[in-house]
């Protein structure tokens, strides 16, 4: 059974900085992503990585937000710097096995206010 648990989300001011979490169970992925949602708004991709290591980012989040992997570990991040009102959503993680079926997180809550 593939799990996908996330962690990290939090409320951050406005500049600051989080780090949100994926550890992942129960197979082999090919690509991870980041995806998130705002109240009233559509689901969006943020950042993605293949099993290559080859990354995308959304227009909006390039040179804030960096997405890495632990193989060992199973776990892929998501480092978001330089945070602002416009990036608070439900962040989910997102991974896709070789046989291009898709998994999901729970998802966690990033709200960025002073």
């Known amino acids: 059974q593939v799990q996908l648990v996330e962690s990290g989300g939090g409320l951050v001011q406005p500049g600051g900085s989080l780090r949100l979490s994926c550890a992942a169970s129960g197979s082999v992925f090919s690509v991870w992503g980041w995806y998130r949602q705002a109240p009233g708004k559509q689901r969006e991709l943020v950042a993605t990585m293949t099993s290559g290591g080859l990354t995308n980012y959304a227009d909006s989040v390039k040179g804030r937000f960096t997405i890495s992997r632990d193989n060992a570990k199973n776990t892929v991040y998501l480092q978001m710097n330089s945070l602002k009102p416009d990036d608070t959503a439900v962040y989910y993680c997102?991974?896709?096995?070789?046989?291009?079926?898709?998994?999901w997180g729970q998802g966690t809550q990033v709200t960025v206010s002073s």
């Open positions: 997102n991974a896709r096995d070789f046989t291009f079926t898709n998994y």
